[in-house]
């Protein structure tokens, strides 16, 4: 079964001002300054250090901070909160089983045999680890998981079917109200159209925006049909408010041309 992690630490850098940072490095990686086994705080440093040895077979000291510093840091951080942050990260990298620590002429090396995420943050907020386990919990574990991702995408499907048809007359009614509307390379259609080439014209791309929502979870799929309507009604209303456009003079005819009109009747 899943690991659920249950100390909690809070954060302190009561010692950032004492100290060169490769001291405060050595004085967290011996005991990080915060983290938790609860909560978010597993998925978070680990999905941290997954970025932080992209490209990298190892890391010793000084590289896994400059790393850090390239990939976290702020322009407001010190060296010292760079440093404390680095080594709390791999220290919980090592307690976690994330990382593998070696030392080599005198100095610590740290390397990450598996790149892929080992933990998730349920939907009460608890950390659940699940790769990275003995073997007969990870079995279990991934048959659960493929039993819960057959279930969501069910769902996904089943909630999909029932907008179809309501999303169909939306985008309809959008674009016979107006026809030039367009899908902007932002927000909400960039996340739902990843692939379409944004921006496009929607009636170019209809059948796209039709299929967009059998790829969201069903929350997702709510927030872009909402989306949907609002820009329906707003078409709506424009229609219904536009301005006339101006009533055209009629063009009056040449007199020149009138009287021969008026001469050639008269020889009839």
């Given amino acids: 079964m899943p690991r659920f992690y249950s100390s909690y630490s809070k954060p302190s850098y009561d010692h950032l001002g004492v100290g060169t940072p490769a001291q405060i490095f050595a004085s967290t ?61 791999l220290q919980w990298g090592v307690r976690l089983g994330l990382l593998t620590e070696s030392v080599e002429g005198g100095r610590y090396v740290w390397t990450m045999p598996d790149r892929t995420p080992w933990f998730e943050t349920d939907s009460k907020g608890r950390p659940r680890q699940v790769r990275g386990l003995p073997d007969g919990e990870q079995a279990d574990v991934n048959r659960k998981r493929a039993a819960q991702a057959k279930a969501r995408a069910t769902i996904r499907e089943r909630e999909a079917l029932a907008r179809d048809a309501v999303i169909e007359a939306l985008v309809n009614d959008l674009l016979i109200h107006k026809p030039d509307a367009a899908a902007p390379d932002a927000g909400i259609w960039r996340e739902a159209l990843p692939n379409a080439g944004l921006p496009q014209p929607i009636v170019s791309i209809r059948p796209m925006v039709l299929e967009a929502h059998h790829d969201m979870d069903p929350r997702d799929q709510k927030r872009w049909q909402r989306h949907l309507e609002v820009i329906a009604d707003a078409a709506r209303w424009e229609t219904r408010h536009r301005p006339a456009l101006p009533v055209q003079p009629a063009t009056v005819e040449d007199d020149g041309l009138l009287a021969e009109d008026d001469a050639a009747l008269a020889g009839l």
Avoid: C, M, Q
């Fill in 29 to 89: 990686y011996a005991k990080p300054t915060y983290g938790s086994r609860t909560g978010w705080w597993p998925e978070r440093v680990n999905l941290d250090l997954i970025r932080l040895f992209e490209g990298r077979e190892r890391l010793e000291r000084d590289e896994a901070v400059e790393a850090f510093r390239a990939l976290f840091a702020k322009e407001k951080h010190t060296p010292s909160f760079t440093a404390d942050r680095a080594a709390n990260a």
